[in-house]
């Protein structure tokens, strides 16, 4: 292999600024790094000929060098001197935003009124819940929870503050449990979070400036909430197909986004590759190859959310995006709230260290920490092979349930509007064939007890569709919902 050369330096700080040398020249490094003059794998220059390039002594280089180093934009190499690893999310740690910037301004903005009602007649009885993203709670696994519960009473003999990144037995458990996933992770770069909604918030507060772009599927769960655009970013959509997110549609995405802007390094994108929210939809193998080689090219961060990934329960279990990451560009969430209880609030964030080691100080600032009981929980879930065994189990009745709700839809509405076979997760993806105005169907249906959630919460243009659940319903309360909606369809139309 032909050795890298040197890069060059031909620039120097400037004396005359309040701004110190050592920040100056990290700033310019990083520059340099994030507008793709200085690539991957680049040997920086001997720290002596560093000090010559930039006029200043050598323990001002080697300061500016640590930092660096700690922020895991760049990595020491035995015999080979120092090269630069990553190109995306550590470059967002230099003058991170700081969270109490955020707390100070009181900066949640409030859902929109559509998904207001959703949250409140959730609760509600008698309601007939055909849109939920959770599970059934007749499908909880009782005896297992009274087994580790009892093993908790017999063993736990404190409940102080977790450490800021979490209890090391489930951070190690987590590790584990992805490497089987095939993402190879250690426990210094696994994050306890109290879910996965607050791994979001941490990343939005903690890593993305306001007026950042986060690129998502149309339609996307992102849409419908408030956490990216509370924090002062902007949503753009991507189209997506049967496969999952277009590489092609997002490259075109991201000309337009240039082009208006003239911006480039302050994007990201928020994908659910798996299982996706709300289509159902799981990416192909080969549009994961192409969706990582656009990012790798146009140097686009990625937020991978894997909530869902678990539930699959297809043929062959797709491959994280994190598998195919060489640079450290994908965070990957994980979460125990889809498949296991959503009460526990015990999600997870894989990146490297650097990263978790500034979201864990953040997230000490929000909460100290997720449940200890809920990690001491969850780790023994995951150490013990309960949780292995109860996700057989689970994603047996789901695909039983998925088949129920593909034959309740061809009898109801074969002809009238087409839908996703979704390979796992929970959800199913209907499209009317004709103009339907889903606020007023929505409406329509509460009436009559049964609690949709239109299209048009998660998509960046108004929709025809609707994001169905068969999940939380048995195949019996699903065939009576969908004939309720039938009903109401046609009363609409």
């Known amino acids: 292999m032909a050795r890298i050369a040197p890069l060059v330096i031909d620039w120097k700080p400037d004396r005359t600024s309040n701004v110190p040398v050592t920040e100056q020249i990290v700033d310019y490094m990083c520059h340099q790094v994030s507008s793709g003059v200085w690539p991957i794998g680049a040997r920086l220059p001997s720290q002596r000929a560093m000090a010559e390039g930039f006029g200043v002594n050598r323990s001002t280089v080697i300061a500016a060098i640590t930092e660096l180093t700690d922020y895991g934009i760049v990595e020491g190499l035995h015999g080979a001197g120092t090269r630069i690893v990553s190109n995306t999310w550590s470059l967002m740690l230099p003058g991170a935003p700081d969270w109490a910037d955020y707390v100070s301004s009181g900066f949640f903005e409030a859902n929109n009124a559509t998904i207001q009602t959703i949250n409140r007649m959730e609760f509600a009885p008698n309601i007939a819940r055909l849109g939920t993203g959770e599970l059934d709670p007749r499908l909880f696994p009782r005896d297992m929870w009274k087994q580790v519960l009892t093993e908790a009473a017999q063993e736990i003999d404190s409940l102080g503050y977790p450490p800021p990144a979490g209890m090391t037995v489930l951070r190690e458990a987590i590790a584990a449990h992805m490497c089987r996933s095939g993402v190879n992770c250690t426990p210094a770069q696994v994050l306890i979070t109290s879910g996965a909604l607050q791994a979001l918030q941490l990343i939005s507060v903690s890593l993305l400036s306001a007026g950042s772009t986060v690129f998502a599927e149309a339609p996307s769960y992102i849409k419908s909430l408030q956490v990216f655009q509370s924090a002062g970013m902007r949503l753009s959509g991507v189209t997506m197909d049967d496969q999952g997110l277009r590489a092609d549609a997002l490259e075109h995405a991201l000309g337009e986004y240039r082009a208006v802007s003239g911006k480039g390094a302050d994007a990201v994108l928020y994908t659910i590759p798996t299982n996706h929210n709300p289509t159902g ?109 109860y996700l057989v189990d689970l994603k047996r009745e789901l695909h039983r349930r998925r088949d129920a709700a593909m034959e309740s839809l061809e009898r109801h509405f074969l002809g009238r509007a087409h839908w996703s076979r979704p390979d796992g997760g929970f959800y199913v993806w209907l499209t009317f064939e004709q103009p339907v105005r889903t606020s007023r169907l929505f409406q329509a249906a509460l009436k009559r007890g049964v609690l949709l959630n239109p299209g048009d919460i998660y998509d960046f243009e108004g929709d025809n569709s609707l994001r169905l659940s068969y999940a939380y319903t048995t195949p019996e309360e699903f065939e009576a919902s969908v004939d309720v909606l039938a009903q109401v369809v046609r009363e609409v139309l």
């Not at 990582?292 to 140097?299: G, H, T």
């Not at 990957?332 to 997870?348: D, E, H, M, N, V």
């Open 281 to 389: 939809v799981t990416m192909t193998n080969q549009h994961r190859h192409d969706l990582i080689d656009c990012c790798v090219a146009n140097r686009l961060p990625i937020i991978e959310d894997n909530a869902y990934q678990d539930l699959y329960f297809g043929d062959e279990m797709p491959k994280p995006l994190k598998t195919m990451d060489e640079t450290g560009m994908v965070i990957t969430l994980g979460s125990a709230s889809k498949s296991l209880a959503p009460g526990l609030r015990i999600g997870w964030i894989i990146a490297n260290e650097p990263i978790v080691q500034r979201l864990a100080d953040v997230k000490m600032q929000m909460d100290y920490g997720a449940s200890l009981l809920s990690q001491w929980a969850f780790a023994r879930f995951l150490t013990s092979g309960l949780y292995d065994r």
